[in-house]
Nanobody, 120 residues
Framework: QVQLVESGGGNVQAGGSLRLTCTTT????????MGWYRQAPGKERELVAR?????????RDSVKGRFNISLSRDNAKKTLYLQMSSLNSEDTEVYYC????????????WGQGNQVTVSS
C-alpha cells in the first residue's frame, strides 16, 4: 500500500505563489506515475500535472509556464511538489495528490486534498 499526505495549501492573493507538498510512504517502489489533480465544487476532478518514473512530465494547458511539478526520493519516501506561481482565481480548487502503483494490477491512491484559494 501507498500513503499520501499533503501539505501547503491555503490562501493567496492573485499573482502570488504557493507550493504543495505530498509525502508518500509505504510501497513506494511500486509507484509508476504521480501527479496533482484539482476539483472545484460541482465539477469533475481534473489532471493538473503528472510525472512518471522515467521523468516524463505533463501539464494541462492552463497551467503551463506557471506551475512546476517535481519529485524527490530518499530510501523511505517519495516527495512530490507542485510549485504554483502567477495564481489567479480560476486556480481556486481543492488539490489532490495522486499516485499510480502496482498492487495486483494498477491502482490509484489519493491524498486527503488541500484547499487553494486565490483572492483578487
Amino acid at each position: 500500500q501507498v500513503q499520501l499526505v499533503e501539505s501547503g495549501g491555503g490562501n493567496v492573493q492573485a499573482g502570488g505563489s504557493l507550493r504543495l507538498t505530498c509525502t508518500t510512504t509505504g510501497s513506494i517502489y511500486s509507484i509508476n506515475r504521480m501527479g496533482w489533480y484539482r476539483q472545484a465544487p460541482g465539477k469533475e476532478r481534473e489532471l493538473v500535472a503528472r510525472i512518471s518514473s522515467s521523468g516524463d512530465i505533463f501539464y494541462r494547458d492552463s497551467v503551463k509556464g506557471r506551475f512546476n511539478i517535481s519529485l524527490s526520493r530518499d530510501n523511505a519516501k517519495k516527495t512530490l511538489y507542485l510549485q504554483m506561481s502567477s495564481l489567479n482565481s480560476e486556480d481556486t480548487e481543492v488539490y489532490y495528490c495522486w499516485a499510480e502503483h502496482l498492487v495486483d494490477g494498477w491502482r490509484d491512491s489519493w491524498g486527503q486534498g488541500n484547499q487553494v484559494t486565490v483572492s483578487s
